[in-house]
């Protein structure tokens, strides 16, 4: 495994991460304790010392599962994210908070959760502009890091994206940015990865295998069930997509290398990324995800 700062005041992360929304049961599948577990025991054996996770990704299911395992394993070799700003009212269903009061009950509902004193990065969660130029907001969440509860703050960019947040993140506290970035969504390079490279932001991908499209599993036509987020998607845009997936790998990705493998690692090469954070549904994904790491170069 491979290890990068996240940013210049920020923990030493490894460049594979693990990402946590499917723990919420929003993408085809309900996680046990003991898939959780075993998925998280895989990680740790393979270096991962990172993990990206929500307060909506299920009202806290996600947190809960993750705190579980924490409980009973050794908590000072995880640096565990989280986010707030929404209340989750059901699948794919959810409710701005960004209140101070609200933020508040969320940061202290997702310590209790995660079962730990303090969170490690704490992020504005796909927010408005209007949410998060809030100077209260900030001022209140300086405070809780001063408490404590917090060792540092983020800026998770929403999906539309947000030229503003990444160039003001620095001023408002914030030491990272959390984008969507891949192959086939390389618009953070303009938008964000400029200001992250002036205010030596740490950043992370997330998303690196464009929800799972650029593992090369899915072909054109393919169907998700209803209870997978990705049933939602555009089929219009869905079918370009895993059309420019299959041409990506015929003409770009090396035929002996797992097609996800090469996606994570296309994300890695730009040094700004401090590491990617793609999902997993059991242990041997977490170990193809972690062998990314093998095809940089020495750091």
């Known amino acids: 495994m491979h290890y990068r700062n996240l940013g210049k005041t920020g923990p030493r992360v490894s460049v594979i991460g693990v990402g946590a929304w499917q723990f919420g049961g929003e993408w085809g599948l309900d996680f046990s304790q003991a898939q959780v577990d075993a998925i998280l025991d895989a990680a740790a054996e393979c270096g991962i010392n ?74 504005f969660h796909s927010g408005s502009d209007e949410f998060f130029q809030n100077g209260e907001l900030w001022n209140f969440l300086a405070g809780q890091k001063r408490a404590g509860k917090i060792r540092h703050l983020g800026v998770s960019i929403l999906q539309k994206g947000s030229e503003l947040q990444a160039r003001e993140a620095a001023a408002s506290g914030a030491g990272a940015l959390q984008v969507l970035y891949n192959r086939l969504d390389r618009r953070p390079e303009q938008l964000y990865f400029p200001h992250a490279r002036r205010d030596q932001l740490g950043v992370l991908a997330r998303v690196p295998l464009a929800s799972g499209l650029l ?85």
């Not at 089929?235 to 420019?244: G, I, M, Q, T, V």
Request: net charge negative; aromatic share 8%; glycine share 6%.
């Open 50 to 123: 990172f993990m990206d996770t929500a307060e909506c990704y299920g009202d806290h299911l996600s947190e809960r599962l993750i705190g579980d395992y924490l409980s009973r394993r050794d908590r000072a070799r995880w640096i565990v994210a989280t986010k707030f700003g929404h209340r989750f009212r059901g699948f794919l269903e959810r409710e701005d908070d960004f209140s101070v009061a609200g933020v508040g009950a969320q940061l202290d509902a997702s310590l209790r959760a995660l079962r730990v004193e303090a969170i490690d990065l704490y992020q």
């Open 215 to 299: 593992s090369g599993k899915y072909r054109s036509g393919a169907n998700f069930a209803p209870n997978d987020m990705r049933a939602a998607f555009n089929a219009e845009k869905l079918k370009r997509d895993l059309a420019e997936v299959e041409r990506i790998q015929e003409t770009e990705a090396p035929a002996a290398v797992p097609m996800a493998q090469w996606a994570l690692a296309w994300c890695l090469k730009n040094p700004l990324v401090s590491a990617v954070i793609p999902g997993c549904k059991d242990p041997a994904q977490v170990k193809t995800n972690a062998g990314a790491a093998d095809l940089l170069a020495a750091e």
